[in-house]
């Protein structure tokens, strides 16, 4: 549709398509089994979506020659929700990490976990919250105060997965979702006087990341403490004297072993992976044709292009160890339907983002036109 004559100019398209027998990972099977249950056409899916795209073109006068400008937005976003699978029950199954069972219902991309109170303030704050027992911060299985305090959403004094149900989660709940939200691109282009520059931009609005277990490169010495400290932790660790900060006590092996505090997925370590990243900006000239007449020459200009020049994202207020653009890898449904046991594995510890990052690139070039 186009307004102005022509200078505003918007599409939109909102769309629901249903798959049937979608070809998935199997249901989990008893270990009897002796083998990875096989994939099989075991689902149907709903998927709703949009996509909008709005842009604007116009010109005015700069010392009596023409500025021409044009903008360019686009936007689209989907979720997606399963409407058949055989998990009658709806058994999450994996507890101790980001993934769960494929059941009927579920919203793609489901993120189950804890809701991180804090920390403990003192040995009666401890001894009056709900019991933590089925979860270790030290061998001896003491908790002090810096370490995690989990929220007891069911008032059952007891911290805990219930029968790891949809149903009776125990203090679990669905606190973030790996699908990404709203993505966009943004296109700025301008030119005047033979000089011309140009942008993209391209980024995602929501999107969550559980960092996994033995994840050096987010947990520094939490993980092991022979590991690098990152950076972003120093200063940034509790203490008796420094307790208003984003990392617990300092202990080893807490984000090692699956029923450690850290390795217990939680709200508080939830990363909010949204990010804006400007993937292309070219500035250049192109040479009037007064001057390439005489060389016999078409056109020819001269530019300047940066590639992945900058980029920022919340993830980056706790770590820079990581590209957020690459969070997932590059195929994420691809690796999240090769896994086995009818998970969203993809959200769990295959999660590191040990990828190779998207590199920044700068060039310069001259373009002729014989």
């Keep these: ?212 277990t033995d994840n050096a490169l987010f947990w520094g010495q939490y993980n092991r403490p022979y590991n690098n400290i990152p950076s972003s932790m120093i200063g940034n660790i509790w203490s008796e004297d420094n307790p208003n900060t984003y990392f617990p006590r300092y202990r080893g092996y807490v984000a090692l072993q699956s029923t450690r505090e850290l390795s217990v997925v939680q709200t508080r370590y939830l990363q909010n992976v949204a990010y804006i990243r400007l993937k292309n900006m070219q500035l250049g000239y192109n040479f009037p044709k007064k001057i390439l007449w005489p060389l016999k020459m078409e056109a020819a200009r001269v530019y300047l292009t940066a590639e992945n020049l900058w980029c920022w994202s919340p993830l980056y207020k706790h770590t820079k160890n990581f590209d957020v653009a690459n969070i997932y890898g590059e195929d994420m449904e691809a690796k999240a339907t090769a896994e086995s046991g009818g998970t969203n594995s993809i959200i769990s510890n295959g999660g590191y983002s040990y990828n190779y990052p998207i590199l920044k690139s700068i060039s310069a070039g001259l373009s002729i036109t014989f």
């Design 1 to 212: 549709m186009g307004l102005l004559q022509g200078k505003l100019r918007f599409t939109g398209d909102a769309y629901v398509r249903t798959t049937k027998d979608m070809f998935t990972v199997g249901i989990d099977l008893p270990a009897v089994f002796g083998a990875t249950p096989p994939k099989g056409n075991y689902a149907d899916m709903t998927t709703k979506g949009w996509e909008l795209s709005l842009s604007w073109q116009d010109k005015f006068n700069v010392v009596n020659k023409p500025f021409h400008y044009n903008i360019r937005v686009t936007m689209a976003d989907y979720l997606s929700k399963l409407d058949k699978y055989n998990n009658p029950e709806k058994d999450l199954g994996g507890y101790l990490d980001a993934r769960v069972n494929y059941y009927e219902g579920m919203t793609l991309g489901e993120i189950w976990g804890y809701v991180t109170e804090g920390f403990f303030t003192s040995l009666d704050d401890v001894k009056n919250h709900a019991s933590q027992n089925l979860y270790f911060a030290s061998n001896s299985g003491t908790w002090l105060p810096g370490d995690i305090k989990f929220k007891d959403l069911n008032d059952d004094k007891v911290i805990n997965y219930g029968t790891n149900k949809v149903g009776d989660p125990g203090d679990r709940k669905v606190i973030g979702n790996s699908t990404p939200r709203y993505t966009y691109s943004i296109n700025l282009g301008a030119e005047w006087n033979g000089i011309f520059l140009s942008a993209f931009f391209q980024g995602v609005g929501k999107q969550d990341w559980w960092p996994g």
